[in-house]
């Protein structure tokens, strides 16, 4: 009996296997271990939404039913993301080092709310890589949704959608 030549692979990334201690993932033909220890947000997650793993870009992995997000970078070498920072999901305030104390906040705003167009992914949702209180304050405007998750992403809501590209337009766009 003659067998044709196997064809491409379907998943690109899938969880190979899980322990008390970790998962295996395959990322294209690469297999990676996330230990629990490294890599917390999964450790009391049901291997159901473990197993439910997206790759919505290149560089990117996505948990959609966890809301978590891992450049693949992060997952070859974690020990280049250390899990340093506790101050946001303690919900302590954030202090900058060098406070902007001239500069209009509002004006700050608007600018991170139109920067997030560069990183909008899923519709609504974008990275998450600006200063904690800038995003605290486009909560509590009411252009993005709740930004203290351990997501690395948020996700706008519709009005901070629109004005996020109204203002990209009006403050990056070609006059």
């Given amino acids: 009996m003659t067998f044709a030549a196997r064809g491409a692979g379907t998943s690109v990334v899938e969880v190979t296997n899980i322990s008390q201690h970790g998962f295996w993932l395959?990322?294209?033909?690469?297999?990676?271990?996330?230990?629990?220890?490294?890599?917390?947000?999964?450790?009391?997650?049901?291997?159901?939404?473990?197993?439910?793993?997206?790759?919505?870009s290149a560089h990117h992995l996505y948990w959609p039913d966890l809301d978590i997000d891992l450049e693949i970078e992060s997952v070859y070498?974690?020990?280049?993301?250390?899990?340093?920072?506790?101050?946001?999901?303690?919900?302590?305030?954030?202090?900058a080092s060098e406070q902007v104390v001239d500069g209009d906040r509002?004006?700050?705003?608007?600018?991170?709310?139109?920067?997030?167009?560069?990183?909008?992914?899923?519709?609504?949702?974008?990275?998450?890589?600006?200063?904690?209180?800038?995003?605290?304050?486009?909560?509590?405007?009411g252009f993005l949704l709740d930004p203290r998750n351990r997501a690395k992403s948020i996700v706008l809501t519709e009005?901070?959608?629109?004005?996020?590209?109204?203002?990209?337009?009006?403050?990056?766009?070609?006059k």
Avoid at 128 to 138: A, I, N, P, Q, S
């Fill in 26 to 56: 395959l990322i294209d033909d690469q297999e990676v271990f996330l230990p629990f220890e490294t890599f917390p947000w999964f450790k009391d997650a049901p291997v159901g939404k473990i197993l439910h793993v997206e790759l919505p």
């Fill in 106 to 141: 509002d004006l700050i705003d608007d600018c991170v709310l139109a920067l997030l167009q560069l990183t909008l992914h899923q519709g609504a949702r974008a990275w998450k890589g600006f200063d904690y209180e800038v995003m605290d304050r486009l909560f509590k405007k």
């Fill in 159 to 174: 009005e901070g959608l629109a004005r996020s590209e109204r203002l990209f337009g009006e403050l990056f766009g070609k």
């Fill in 77 to 95: 070498h974690p020990e280049r993301y250390p899990l340093a920072s506790t101050v946001h999901e303690a919900r302590e305030g954030y202090a």
